[in-house]
């Protein structure tokens, strides 16, 4: 999502401040933890609020109840931002500049007030207060560079009369922010519960607790119960996820062949092949730009089908993941062709 949408976006959530009336958060109530593994960072919210909601290269959490920008009344959003593709901005730019030039769109309306240095997760941060006296909201918008180089900006906003409140929320929010390792991520048991795939004649086993959802006669989903779709077309979640699609067997192609022309692979993307279940198999592996999420295409034939296995994971989780997957393609079979 481009940043002119995303100032849409926001513009609308502002907006809605004034349309509610909900009661002022505390913060003397209880938290509970949350991980966004797509930058690897552990807030302490509101134990009321609601479940994040995410995007590709954006995490939005409010306070209990609807999202709905009818009914948002404050709202804190982290977002993934490339200072120089999204912004426009040159590489040196700084942190304080970063946040003022993702809240202050040119001929808003909104006024940027104090700014200066704090610190995210034990990052040194820009921040910048903004006022929007047009729509009479308040807010605070903060930069910080994470580990692996890429910008985060945590913005922070809430009608006038909720600010002052709002805001001590929001600080605390902030200044629970932690770094999290990947070795934290708890992987599942794997190998637990083994399935069929009829419409591509393989059978697997995967972990203890990831459900079935169905995504056409040729394709289904698979992953944790707890976990929930992105709110776009990414088909990400904050965890992994597989796929398995089953496409019209070509036996006249290599699976590197038949993957390519699946993926509309260009001639300057890399295969790389592999073994599944002793057959011949290939893979495509990408990185999305938003999220930094990784995605691999993995493909083998089976005696009726090229099954593709598309499998998801934040970056940040890649490598703790792999035994994971290397798990779940060890255990593929084929379901003998009979005639």
Known sequence: MGMTRFRFLLLMLLCACLLSGGKPSRAQEGTRAIVYWDIGLRLAIPASWKAPIFTAG?????????????????????????????????????????????????????????????????????????????????????????????????????????????????????????????????????????????????????????????????????RDASLSDYRDDTGFVNGVQLVIIAEELDTTLTAAEAVGRVIQARKTDVLTPLTIGGREGAVYTEIDRASGQIISFIGVKSDVALIVFRWTTPGHLAEVTQPLLDSILASVTFTPLTR
Not at 58 to 80: H, K, N, Q, W
Not at 172 to 183: E, G
Not at 211 to 221: F, Q, V, Y
């Open 58 to 222: 954006e995490m939005v959490i409010t306070p209990s109840g609807s999202f709905d920008p009818a009914a948002v009344d404050r709202v804190i959003s982290l977002r993934i931002v490339d200072p120089v593709r999204d912004l426009r901005l040159a590489k040196d730019t700084s942190l304080e500049m970063i946040a003022a030039s993702v809240s202050i769109a040119p001929d808003s309306g909104v006024i940027g007030s104090e700014r200066g240095v704090s610190y995210v997760a034990g990052l040194r941060a820009g921040y910048i207060n903004v006022d929007d006296p047009k729509n009479g909201l308040m807010g605070q918008s903060t930069a910080f560079r994470i580990p692996d180089g890429r910008v985060v900006v945590m913005i922070a906003v809430a009608a006038d009369a909720q600010w002052a409140e709002f805001a001590l929320v929001y600080d605390a929010i902030r200044t629970s922010a932690a770094l999290v390792l990947p070795t934290v991520y708890s992987l599942p048991d794997l190998r637990q519960t083994p399935i069929t795939f009829p419409a591509g004649g393989v059978g697997l086993e995967l972990p203890l607790g990831w459900k079935e959802i169905p995504l056409a006669p040729n394709a289904a989903l698979y």
